[in-house]
């Protein structure tokens, strides 16, 4: 299926625990893009990178680590997951000037 | 540092009435701004962006650089126009370069009454 997916789509997990988000592409797009949204404070940029391999920090990345080493994916991990990261978090990628976002995975953190 | 503002959380009209969505923007380069719509139980979509200058789905943006504002608006309301929109801006780092990284305004819901 071509596009941009996201799974979980839900997922609830304990204070403490190591969670991973994934995201998949198909367009092979370069520049790639984890945000999360929480009302009151919009979208903010998590993370993001430009091409396999190399990744740079946003917004709001304590907390939060990524990877990419293939031009395709770009997982989100929370190392040690706390209840301020739960919110709903969405990845995107860019082609022809503009962003194209996944349909978001709502974290739960108890 | 680059900033966008949406003032108004929550917006209600009833179907047929203009609306307007306001969008404040600081920054210090050339700006590019972009207003995105989140329809219930959807994914985040661009609906447009100033460079473009078109209307879509009857909603039109005008970037005043005076009054640095990226208003959206819309004659007539519809109720399928309920939706979150967000109003965004291209960042640009030190270097020049931006990556395409966007800047969100906090988001406002609008909802079209019957």
């Known amino acids: 299926d071509a596009g941009i997916t996201q799974s979980p789509r839900y997922k609830i997990t304990e204070t403490g625990r190591q969670v991973t988000l994934m995201c998949h592409q198909t367009?092979?797009?370069?520049?790639m893009f984890w945000y999360r949204q929480d009302l009151g404070h919009g979208l903010r940029l998590i993370y993001y990178s430009a091409a396999a391999d190399i990744t740079d920090k946003g917004e709001v990345p304590d907390g939060y680590v990524v990877s990419r080493s293939k031009t395709e994916n770009f997982p989100l991990t929370l190392e040690s997951a706390t209840r301020s990261q739960t919110s709903v978090y969405f990845c995107a990628s860019k082609g022809g000037g503009e962003q194209y976002f996944g349909p978001g995975t709502r974290l739960t953190v108890t | 540092a680059q900033r966008v503002t949406q003032p108004e959380k929550l917006l209600s009209v009833f179907k047929g009435a203009p609306v307007e969505l306001k969008c404040n923007y600081s920054?210090?380069?050339?700006?590019?701004l972009f207003w995105y719509v989140q329809y219930s139980r959807q994914r985040l979509q661009l609906l447009l962006r100033?460079?473009s200058r078109e209307s879509i789905k009857g909603f039109t943006a005008d970037l005043n650089k005076g009054e640095t504002s990226f208003h959206l608006k819309k004659p007539f309301a519809q109720e399928e126009d309920s939706a979150m929109y967000y109003c965004?801006?291209?960042?640009?780092?030190?270097?020049?370069?931006?990556?395409?990284?966007?800047?969100f305004g906090q988001g406002t819901i609008l909802t079209v009454h019957p």
């Open positions: 965004a801006l291209k960042r640009v780092n030190a270097g020049g370069t931006s990556y395409g990284k966007l800047t």
């Open positions: 100033h460079i």
């Open positions: 367009w092979s797009h370069s520049y």
């Open positions: 920054y210090s380069g050339s700006p590019e």
